[in-house]
């Protein structure tokens, strides 16, 4: 920093051109940064510097217009912390009210001056200033010598000068650090906006259900992956047009436009597409984004996979059907024979014959109740399986052997490809599972036929397949064919019965052994159950 000037005008070398490169300096000094601190320190220590002062302060009025001391010199720090000086109080308080300079020789007692402080120190000379900017006054500058000689008045103008440069460099330095403050605040804000943005991305990405945002108009601003996935479109494709190309004929924008707005409801509406999984059903539920003043920023369509929930729904009015006719014919023979036998008298082989029904028609009920516990158990994870060694291809031929007398026509095959190791399964589920699929084939296969089991087995799993030449699956039932209830050919149910539980039972016990089972079929030639069985490292 350059040193300025003298400005005493005590002695015959002071002269006014003198003062003004002293102004220059201190204007350029006070010029040179934007720093606000850096202004203020400047402003003091070339003032103090330049007019031989002892102590002197730059002061400011805050936002309650209370002077505080920003920047000073030759002060101890307990005053500059704690001065707080009002409008109109102490000399500060006065120039500050009245925008008037001051030049106080001595001890000041001017009664003009409410609340002035009472110092210790002797005060020669005191001048003080008001900063000004623009016409409006933004604080005090103030300076006091102790000794040397009285200020004079044309170091009162001088001391003016400098400090309307010293408001303009003030307030250029606050603007500046308003302007920081504010491109802080902003970036923190678009900051958070981001973040905020990004999370309702990440939510909204992560929901399974299908979400589609549009304005008012109907313009589409927004869907989620689970949105693409379930319509098979591609989102960058779709944002910017409107809603009813997403939906051409299942969904109308105007309708639900007006059902959320106009009627402050919901929409609600079901719809159908199909798929190469099949027919997939879908539920669009629409509800309005408000913004300001409740008016609508735009409107949120919620779309929920549906599929599962209709197949259960349909399996449940299968099980109804189901257990209504299976339950209610064997019932009905059992109170009919019962009934005529309380009746009436019959000879001892027709009573025989009766009571045979009745036990034949009870035990298809236990039966049937018994397959719904059992899977009832499997399904909750609530039947404990007891594993115990044992040859499978021995519990095999006993399950066919016991199936020949009731299947006289059909020609029962077991063929082992290589010695089959033992395995340690639960006897009592294992033969469910052979009994189940044995009768499974005998059931498909009307026209008689063989029908073999075969067995093989490497170094991982043991393979079984249970083949028929029945009607065989059609290929679309074919992924349905181990779902509980399900039943392939209306038809032979009529005539063979069932409750479409042994192959849900089936699965359901394959898969607690550790092992996987599925079915190669083709329509009117018969069908192959394949299961494997891991073996024990």
Known sequence: MNQVGNPEKDHPAYTQEKGLLALYEIVKAVNSTLDLDEVLNLIIKETTKLFHADAGSVMLLNENSVLTIKSAQGLPGEIIKNTRVRLGEGIAG?????????????????PRFKNLVDRKEEILSSICTPLKCKGKIIGVLMLRRTHFKSYTEEQRNLFSLIADQAAIAIENASLYEAEKKRSYELRRLNEILRLEKLKIETILSSMADGV???????????????????????GKDIVGKHFDHLFTEECCFDEIKYTVIETDGR?????????????????????????????????????????????????????????SHELRTPLTSVVGFAELMMNREFNPERRKRYLNIIIKDSERLMRLIDDLLDLSKLEAGKFYFKPTPFKIDEIISQV?????????????????TEEIPILSLDRDMFTNLISNLLSNAVKYSPDSGDIKVTLQSNEKEVSVCVSDHGIGIEAEKIPRIFDKFYRVDSSLNRKTGGTGLGLATVKYIVEEFGGKIWVESELGKGSSFIFTLPLED
Do not use: C
């Open 267 to 323: 929409y609600k509406s079901d719809f159908s597409r199909k798929t190469d999984d099949g027919e997939m059903h879908f539920r669009l539920i629409g509800t309005v984004m408000k913004g300001k003043g409740d008016k609508p920023d735009g409107l949120v369509m919620v779309i929920q996979n549906i599929t599962e929930m209709k197949r259960i729904d349909k399996m449940k009015s299968e099980f109804v059907s189901m257990v």
């Open 212 to 234: 589609v945002v549009t304005t008012p108009g109907g313009e589409i601003i927004h869907i989620n992956r689970s949105t693409e996935r379930m319509l098979n479109v591609n």
């Open 400 to 416: 066919m052997e016991s199936l020949k007398g009731q299947a006289p026509e059909h020609n029962l095959l077991l063929e082992i």
């Open 94 to 110: 006065w120039v500050a009210k009245t925008g008037e300079t001051l030049l106080l020789d001595g001890k000041v007692t001017d």
